[in-house]
């Protein structure tokens, strides 16, 4: 039997290294081992405020951006969640399955009720069946997921376990995909994952220059103890030396241990290298987004084949559901 992937994410604006390294870049290299679906999940970006009139340029760009970092529609499947009816559809399915108190345990609800308690809707809190329905609409097997998904994920195994024990066998247990590259920390907090909501110097834009790169690596944080080891072999404990990890050859790797190790080079010597590297990974990619830019049907396209893919799994999915409750 293929392992299908599914993996979705939300537009909510400019893309930063820490999507790029721990999710999308990952994507780009999974396509080669499992067919793949690949979700613009803009239902689930609506349960927090948001500007409306930004939106649908929101889903365009991103979509663009997917594509730049190497997303293969002629791989894997690229589409926007609200153009396929079903998701909404199956996660009501399955609200019926889950129970409230596991609902009550997720983690992320009570943080984004803190971030946002003026608006504490039944959508933020329903969040996971949505996810839920995302993977298993497509009976994904395969969910590349960051650490802050992992409980989401669990709940979605709980989910599929309680349906398949109340109708019958109908989805397989998805399993996570963890890697190496699912946590980038801020740069100005090396103890938060990084994101725009912490100010523009604490994280990197996939757009920005090499300048504007070099300004804010100038000022982020390095290792908090600021120790030099004596074991040029052993990692330092610094997001900096992180970041190089991601992107740096073993010759700049041992340049920068050693050279931090043994006081052979100051942090500004270190984060310049870290600079250059970070914007060599980024170019091409900003290089094919001026491109997509110019042909924005061709995404719109993109986008509708995909749609169009997706709907005709989701409703064979719907359909065998339905037949399994009784409903049709």
Not at 13 to 39: R, S
Not at 297 to 305: P, S
């Amino acid at each position: 039997m293929t392992m299908i992937l599914f993996s979705g994410i939300q537009p909510t604006g400019l893309l930063h290294i820490g999507n790029y390294f721990g999710a999308i870049k990952n994507w780009v290299d999974l396509q080669k081992k499992y067919p793949c679906l690949f979700c613009v999940v803009d239902y689930h970006s609506i349960t927090v405020p948001y500007q409306i009139k930004q939106m649908s340029n929101r889903v365009l760009d991103l979509a663009m951006d997917l594509i730049a970092c190497g997303i293969d529609p002629k791989k894997s499947i690229l589409f926007i969640q609200s153009a396929v009816p079903a998701h909404t559809e199956l996660a009501w399915i399955l609200s019926t399955v889950t129970s409230i108190g596991d609902l009550n345990r997720m983690i992320q609800f009570k943080e984004k009720s803190k971030e946002h308690s003026e608006n504490i809707n039944a959508g933020l809190f329903n969040y996971p069946v949505l996810m839920a329905a995302d993977i298993l609409l497509y009976k994904a097997q395969v969910v590349p997921v960051g650490e802050d998904q992992v409980q989401h994920l669990e709940l979605t195994r709980e989910i599929t376990r309680k349906f398949n024990k109340k109708f019958g066998k109908t989805f397989p247990e998805p399993k996570p995909y963890l890697t190496s590259g699912a946590r980038i920390m801020s740069l100005t907090d090396d103890k938060k994952k990084m994101s725009k909501s912490h100010g523009e110097e604490s994280y990197i834009a996939l757009s920005d220059s090499l300048k504007t790169i070099e300004k804010k690596l100038a000022i982020a944080m390095t290792d908090p103890a600021r120790k030099r080891r004596t074991d040029p072999g052993t990692p330092k404990k610094c997001n900096i030396y992180h970041l190089h990890q991601l992107v740096s050859n073993k010759k700049d790797l041992e340049y920068v241990i050693d050279g931090c190790a043994k006081a052979k080079i100051g942090c500004l010597d270190c984060k310049k290298l870290l600079a250059k590297n970070l914007f060599k990974e980024l170019k091409p990619i900003q290089e094919k987004r001026k491109q997509l830019e110019k042909d924005s049907e061709k995404v719109k396209k993109i986008l509708a084949q995909g749609a169009e893919q997706a709907n005709k799994i989701a409703k064979k999915t719907i359909a065998e559901v339905k037949a399994k409750l009784g409903l049709a």
